[in-house]
């Protein structure tokens, strides 16, 4: 072979090696940067195990100061509010890992930094022995008043302060006791109604009437109907192939304007609204309010399950615009829904986390509220707060009325193919300093009205 031959093949050989080179460098500048998170996160990265082992996990604590996990000198893990603060904590188990704050914010209790995470044996010489305390949003008092709300009945309530988003009370029922879960758990991952499920972010229910302001604010905008426009509500609506929508137990409205349908939930005008509205406009709808979107960072919530927009007859169109058909939605969602109508039509983004404060007292995050998305105008975002006020001043939602403090709402009671009726209610009320909003659902209540907005008023009052 001539020297010239070998000095090509040489040369594509070293070519060859240095594209190798370069896609691993590649590869690794993929990693610890775009994938560094994730990999310092992932349960099954063993640095993150061996350093559980040497550190003291820090303390969560409430917006008041309230310890709600700690770490004892024996290394066991505490939580002196029980289930009551279970939807929030979540738990931390050797064997069985960890869920809510305790998994979500994991690294910032073992005192680990993104940065930190990713140096590896340095990160021995960088650390403390024990980790941060990760103060929360959480009030205890309204928590308190959302858990004996709904008291031995399955159900969820989500309170948020409506300007920032901060999550006031995150309760889900029936729960379990975080100090005992890995004995318990072989019991709890088994039984039927689901204790381990945060019904707040992880649970799918029909909306029912609660749905009925957003649609009043997406028939408004879309100049399907008016403020003046009369509607005849005999009881009954054909929404054609055979089949009818009719009010709940036989009422009949008589003639009502949108205000009243609102007031006194109207089924036959919004199932009216729904099919003149048609596919494109209710998909329209329920994305501007963010119901095709995800949340992230703290806040995992399941994603809501729509109905096969471009396909609906005109008796799903009806339905869905009343919050039944195969729309599914979380109580999250629903406070959010609120919150558009609340807060000028701007939704904020709901976070638990207000902040991470090291051993020393050094306050290392602090949380910044943010706008999620504008949903609405603050014209017709006011148009439809006023009448959930009527709602809850002179129709289905009065037993939600707190003396001298501004209340608006909507109640639900949606059908359940599998039981009795699931009860809502959503609403918001402004208080001295701030504003807040919330959802309610009660499994199997029967009326939104007598079952779950009674737990509303308990809450604001609690909050007082």
């Known amino acids: 072979m001539s020297d010239w031959k070998m000095k090509r093949q040489v040369l594509r050989a070293a070519s060859f090696l240095m594209v190798l080179f370069g896609l691993l460098a590649v590869y690794v500048i993929y990693l610890s940067t775009w994938e560094a998170d994730d990999?310092?996160?992932?349960?099954l990265n063993m640095r993150m195990a061996a350093a559980r082992a040497d550190i003291v996990r820090g303390s969560i604590l409430a917006a008041d100061g309230q310890v709600l996990a700690e770490t004892k000198k024996d290394g066991t893990r505490v939580y002196p509010f029980g289930a009551e603060m279970a939807a929030v904590t979540g738990y931390n188990g050797e064997n069985i890992g960890s869920a809510g704050i305790e998994g979500h914010a994991n690294q910032a209790l073992l005192g680990l930094t993104a940065d930190m995470s990713r140096l590896g044996p340095l990160t021995q010489l960088l650390q403390s022995d024990r980790g941060n305390d990760v103060k929360l949003t959480i009030e205890p008092k309204a928590q308190e008043a959302a858990v004996k709300g709904l008291g031995k009945r399955r159900g969820a309530v989500v309170v948020l302060d409506a300007r920032t988003g901060?999550?006031?009370?995150?309760?889900?029922?029936p729960s379990y006791d975080p100090n005992n879960i890995e004995a318990n758990w072989k019991s709890l991952s088994s039984q039927e109604d689901s204790p381990l499920i945060n019904r707040t972010v992880q649970g799918l229910y029909p909306p029912g009437s609660t749905i009925k302001p957003m649609i009043a604010d997406a028939a408004l905008t879309?100049?399907?109907?008016?403020?003046?426009?009369?509607?005849?509500?005999?009881?009954?609506?054909?929404?054609?192939?055979?089949?009818?929508?009719?009010?709940?137990h036989g009422e009949v409205h008589g003639r009502v304007d949108l205000r009243q349908a609102v007031t006194e939930s109207c089924n036959i005008t919004f199932g009216t609204l729904g099919m003149r509205m048609g596919d494109d406009k209710l998909q329209k709808a329920f994305s501007r309010f963010g119901f095709d979107r995800e949340i992230g960072d703290e806040i995992l919530m399941t994603k809501s399950h729509f109905p096969d927009f471009g396909k609906l007859s005109t008796g799903d169109q009806a339905q869905t615009a009343i919050g039944q058909s195969s729309l599914l939605v979380t109580p999250m969602h629903m406070a959010l829904l609120a919150d558009a109508f609340?807060?000028?039509?701007?939704?904020?983004?709901?976070?638990?986390v207000q902040q991470v404060i090291t051993p020393g007292g050094t306050v290392v995050h602090e949380a910044q509220p943010a706008k999620w998305l504008t949903a609405t105008t603050p014209?017709?975002?006011?148009?439809?707060?006023?009448?959930?006020?009527?709602?809850?001043t002179k129709g289905t939602g009065t037993a939600a009325k707190v003396n001298g403090i501004r209340v608006t709402g909507k109640t639900g009671t949606a059908e359940n193919a599998a039981g009795k009726d699931h009860a809502w209610f959503i609403g918001?009320?402004?208080?001295?300093?701030?504003?807040?909003?919330?959802?309610i659902i009660v499994e199997n209540g029967g009326g939104g009205g007598t079952e779950a907005a009674p737990i509303a008023k308990n809450i604001i009052e609690s909050l007082m």
């Open 39 to 43: 990999l310092a996160k992932n349960p």
């Open 166 to 173: 901060a999550v006031l009370a995150m309760a889900s029922t």
């Open 222 to 248: 879309d100049g399907v109907t008016n403020q003046k426009e009369i509607f005849n509500c005999d009881g009954v609506l054909d929404v054609g192939g055979g089949h009818t929508i009719r009010e709940s």
């Open 342 to 352: 609340a807060n000028g039509g701007k939704v904020m983004k709901p976070y638990l």
């Open 379 to 392: 014209e017709m975002a006011a148009v439809i707060d006023s009448l959930m006020e009527d709602v809850v």
């Open 428 to 439: 918001s009320a402004e208080l001295s300093k701030r504003k807040i909003v919330f959802a």
